[in-house]
């Protein structure tokens, strides 16, 4: 059964404190890792795709890293608007994803 | 691009009653669509995979008499809640397979009180 395990639970930054979110996963047949942002009360906005090991995104002040059993989601110099949940999730041959429970990330100004 | 739509966004029913909630993929065709439930602090659970033309694929422990999802055309997908229950109660997010690559983009979900 695909495994996916983020930590930690809750991060809280100082404004342009730079930090790391992890993602440990363990799947069979990876099709896919995907981090997604998740605002209070409303549906998950896509960030990054990442297929193979060694593969790297980046968006803004996001940077998404893969390796073959883990992910990192670093935030450089983070403003208050990046406070959010960050959900990691799986994909495997069947197209489903499983979703770790996430990673709440408070930027304090 | 890459838009899904869900509606209501919020709906509060009386428990017995059915609700329906609607997913739209609104720039792009998606045959296949997912339903997601998400309880407060937790994450997002599957439901079922919805494939255009075809009956629904639920995951173990959900009842498909009590969800019924209907994938009628390449661009919508509803969910029904029938005879709810204070249990039901939830916050539901669907979600669509973007034809090219593996992302899977989410609507806004709809937030279901069952009193």
């Known amino acids: 059964e695909d495994q996916v395990t983020q930590s930690p639970e809750a991060l809280r930054l100082q404004e342009g404190e730079s930090s790391s979110l992890n993602c440990s996963y363990t799947v069979s047949g990876l099709r896919g890792l995907f981090w997604y942002r998740q605002d209070p009360g409303k549906g998950p906005e896509f960030l990054f795709t990442l297929y193979s090991a060694g593969e790297e995104k980046e968006k803004e002040r996001l940077k998404a890293t893969l390796t073959k059993k883990e992910s990192f989601l670093h935030i450089t110099a983070p403003k208050p608007e990046d406070s959010a949940t960050y959900l990691c999730a799986v994909q495997a041959g069947d197209y489903k994803l499983s979703f770790g429970a996430g990673t709440t990330v408070t930027v304090r100004a | 691009g890459a838009v899904v739509s869900q509606h209501p966004s919020r709906v509060i029913c009386k428990s017995g009653t059915s609700v329906k909630i609607e997913c739209r993929s609104l720039d792009f065709q998606a045959t296949t669509m997912f339903w997601y439930r998400q309880f407060p602090k937790q994450s997002l659970m599957l439901m079922a995979t919805?494939?255009?033309?075809?009956?629904?694929?639920?995951e173990q422990g959900v009842e498909k008499d009590k969800f019924l999802i209907n994938h009628a055309s390449l661009t919508l997908s509803t969910l029904t809640v029938t005879s709810a229950h204070p249990e039901d109660s939830s916050f539901y997010i669907c979600?669509?397979?973007?034809?090219?690559?593996?992302?899977?983009?989410f609507g806004p979900g709809t937030r279901l009180t069952v009193l």
């Open positions: 979600s669509a397979r973007a034809p090219i690559g593996e992302a899977q983009y």
């Open positions: 919805s494939n255009e033309g075809s009956k629904a694929t639920y």
